[in-house]
């Protein structure tokens, strides 16, 4: 379990894309949560919707309302 999840997005219907590094290409992101992460920066946690693999997505500052 994760202590930096703030909360869930409830993004599970949405498509949402990431670059999975274990398919090493664009994948569909599923179960996405806002997480911050150790150098205090935002992002976006996801999960591979092809391999499973978690994939962390930084969530630009300047951008908050880019989904
Ligand atoms: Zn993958």
Redesign the pocket.
């Given at each position: 379990m994760s202590s930096g999840i703030l909360k869930s997005l409830g993004f599970g219907n949405l498509d949402v894309s990431g670059y999975?590094v274990?398919?090493r290409s664009r994948?569909k992101m599923k179960k996405i949560e806002e997480v911050v992460m150790s150098n205090k920066k935002k992002a976006y946690k996801g999960v591979?919707s092809?391999?499973?693999?978690t994939?962390y997505r930084i969530r630009p500052e300047s951008r908050e309302g880019m989904w």
């Open positions: 999975c274990r398919c994948v591979c092809e391999c499973g693999a994939i």
